[in-house]
């Protein structure tokens, strides 16, 4: 069992994915990430060739920018990297991130069409153990117990923001609640004065017609 959970702990959960933007076009991605949580994203960007009506496999002259903001709306990264390349960072609050990448813009091939291939590795399954094993020497099993623990590590994160993110909207029920309840409360007042209003004015109305 224990050889049985270590394989399906080292399968990948990351998707890869590629979308189609233009040159001077801006794509978003939103990752909801625990506090502390290291997050790596590879990417690869294609120009279009008209001659071949498909992209090319390299663009070395097309670079990429790569922002990120924090739930606060912080930027916590902006950088120009190469065609391929890698980018990390490190969350430091829970919540909402914001990745957008664009293409720098050039009088070259502006307006081509770009495919961007992108994978978004969060928490565990951003750290390069090959390279851990290597710079630490560890063995085999070593290794396994460092996954194994970093995984519990990554658990223990997802739980204290799922207690973040409950928290937080028990508070929004209950501001949404009270704003009701001061509302309805509201609305009861104004009609009862609406209602002693034109009760007094239609007794003054008939008092001057001497009906009463």
């Known amino acids: 069992m224990l050889k049985y959970y270590i394989f399906l702990s080292l399968l990948p959960i990351a998707f890869p994915l590629y979308f189609h933007i233009g040159e001077t076009e801006r794509k978003c991605f939103i990752e909801e990430i625990p506090d502390e949580t290291m997050v790596t994203g590879n990417y690869k960007v294609q120009l279009y ?3 071949t009506n498909g992209f090319a496999p390299s663009s070395p002259e097309i670079g990429m920018h790569v922002e990120i903001r ?3 709306d912080k930027i916590i990264l902006s950088k120009v990297y190469s065609s391929e390349g890698k980018f990390t960072f490190t969350s430091h609050n829970p919540g909402e991130h914001v990745i957008c990448l664009y293409s ?3 009088k070259w091939f502006s307006g081509t069409q770009l495919r961007v291939h992108l994978d978004i590795q969060v928490g565990e399954h951003a750290i390069d153990y090959a390279n851990v094993a290597q710079k630490e020497k560890l063995t ?5 117990v460092r996954q194994l623990l970093d995984q519990v590590e990554q658990i223990t994160k997802e739980q204290n923001y799922q207690r973040y993110r409950e928290e937080r909207f028990r508070q929004t029920s209950e501001s949404t609640n009270q704003r009701v309840l001061w ?3 509201a609305q009861t007042v104004i009609l009862l004065v609406m209602g002693a209003w034109q009760m007094r004015h ?3 109305f008939f008092e001057a017609k001497k009906l009463v």
């Open 70 to 72: 924090d739930p606060d």
């Open 104 to 106: 720098n813009s050039t």
């Open 140 to 144: 085999e099993l070593q290794l396994r």
């Open 202 to 204: 239609l007794k003054s």
């Open 49 to 51: 060739d008209p001659r």
């Open 183 to 185: 509302w309805a409360l």
